[in-house]
């Protein structure tokens, strides 16, 4: 079952993944945050702003195929992947620096996706 879930599971975290790195895209290009029309009426003509929404879209479809069709229990704890794949991802697209307690805990999080999946 295992064999089955992983690969889902690696595309929907991937899909998580991508669209915060385009949601933070996005904003960076709307300017200063606030609560007007202006602002939002920026982000809804943002290409990385509607590509997000377009990768989180499709992730919950796969998010729902997954629950459906396999065991909470071990689909659930696989989306800790995507926090991986995030810090990768925020090391690779913004250039910050990891600090070696989250390298830790990145190992944690892959020793318990491992176990999970036993």
Known sequence: MILKLLPISLLQCMLLTGGQVLM???LQKAGDFSFSWGYFGRLLINWQFICCGICFAIG???WM???????LNMAYPMVSLSYVMGM????IFFHEQIPMIRWIGVFLIL???V???K
């Open 111 to 113: 020793s318990g996706c």
């Open 88 to 91: 990768f991802a925020a090391m």
């Open 60 to 62: 919950s479809v796969l």
């Open 24 to 26: 933070k895209f996005g």
């Open 115 to 117: 176990l999970i999946a």
């Open 65 to 71: 195929y997954i629950i459906k069709n396999f065991p």
